[in-house]
């Protein structure tokens, strides 16, 4: 039991220590280096992408080990005078915490593993050399989506990009690790945000692949439905439209049970067309469901797909999706 709550209380500890020591509350700064830090976007970013960095890390090794690293770290940066000393220290322990491989083969067609269904993003990497290499990316959310070219310059075994093409102040993060993949972050509070189109994002988990290599998604792997069975129930009442109700779980939100039936209900609908490709799903734990979708007629006007597996409700909709409907139809 002592021994238990010795390592909570270290656990704890250096836990308090990482979040003053990197979570750089501007507000209290007390050094001319955190000064610089807090009056430099990028030094900021820097600092809170090492700092998502240093908590996973926590997870994963040990964390006495970890924080000295981090201790040894900071008296580089501490030791610092310019602003540009700052930003390689910031390099130099991204890499250091993120164990980079330094004979990364980086060429070649990488997929975003993390991306949220109906949303992905791919980056092809070539023309590579020792210090620089090229860079053509393609990002998608719903119908949103863009596509970027820019250099990829090699520093301190990551790779840096401090300007895409068409954007604005737009930086990127390449961190290659030794299990063949590439960890990307963007300053999206400072720049890519405001340059890409709405809700697309490049940050994510890279894969090398000829093509994406995700499963194919399901309303149980989404976690739409909470059982599997209740997936297939789903399936077989709306047949061939499963495919859409899918596609549609771009974004999905949980909506209000104005049936008072215990039933579970979700809102679907795909990012930049949520007037005109939307759905709605509520079903029960003992396998009641009744589900929507709305869609452009071949005169382009929307019409709306109703289904329940419910006799009584076959022709007539629950008033959760009635008031729904409302939203679409006149």
């Known amino acids: 039991m002592k021994i238990v709550y010795f390592h909570l209380v270290c656990w704890l500890f250096y836990g308090l220590i990482s ?14 280096v955190e000064y610089t830090i807090c009056n430099n976007d990028n030094l900021r970013w820097l600092n809170d992408v090492l700092y998502d960095i240093y908590q996973k890390v926590l997870v994963n090794k040990n964390t006495q080990e970890v924080y000295q690293q981090h201790l040894d770290w900071l008296k580089v940066r501490n030791s610092c005078t310019t602003d540009g000393c700052i930003e390689r ?20 067609n990488w997929w975003n593993l993390t991306a949220t269904n109906g949303s992905g993003g791919n980056i092809q990497i070539n023309e590579v050399s020792q210090w620089t290499a090229c860079m053509n ?16 310059r090699k520093t301190a075994g990551l790779g840096i990009v401090n300007h895409i093409a068409d954007t604005s102040d737009c930086q990127l993060l390449l961190i290659p690790l030794k299990n063949a993949s590439i960890e990307v972050y963007s300053n999206a509070d400072w720049g890519c945000q405001l340059s890409m189109p709405k809700d697309v994002f490049i940050d994510g988990h890279y894969t090398h692949a000829d093509k994406d290599p995700r499963s194919e998604a399901t309303l149980f792997s989404l976690g739409i439905f909470t059982e ?13 439209y499963y495919s859409r109700f899918v596609k549609t779980a771009n974004v999905y939100v949980y909506s209000n049970d104005l049936d008072n039936m215990g039933a579970k209900v979700l809102s679907l609908w795909v990012r930049g067309m949520a007037n005109k490709q939307a759905a709605i799903i509520m079903y029960t734990p003992g396998g009641k469901i009744w589900a929507a979708c709305v869609e452009p007629d071949r005169l382009g006007e929307l019409k709306v797909n109703y289904w329940s597996n419910v006799s009584t409700d076959k022709n007539k909709m629950p008033k959760t999706l009635t008031v729904w409907q409302q939203n679409f139809i006149d």
Not at 19 to 32: E, H, I, N, R, W
Not at 92 to 103: C, H, N, R, T, Y
Not at 137 to 152: D, P, T
Not at 228 to 240: G, I, N
Request: hydrophobic share 40%; glycine share 6%; aromatic share 14%.
């Open 19 to 32: 979040y003053s020591a990197l979570a750089m509350p501007c507000q209290s700064v007390s050094t001319p």
């Open 89 to 108: 220290a910031y390099y130099q322990g991204i890499a250091l915490l993120s164990d980079v491989d330094d004979k990364f083969d980086w060429a070649g």
């Open 137 to 152: 990316s393609n990002i998608w959310a719903g119908i949103n989506h863009g596509s970027y070219r820019a250099e990829i």
């Open 228 to 240: 599997e069975y209740l997936d297939k129930l789903f399936k077989q009442l709306v047949s061939d």
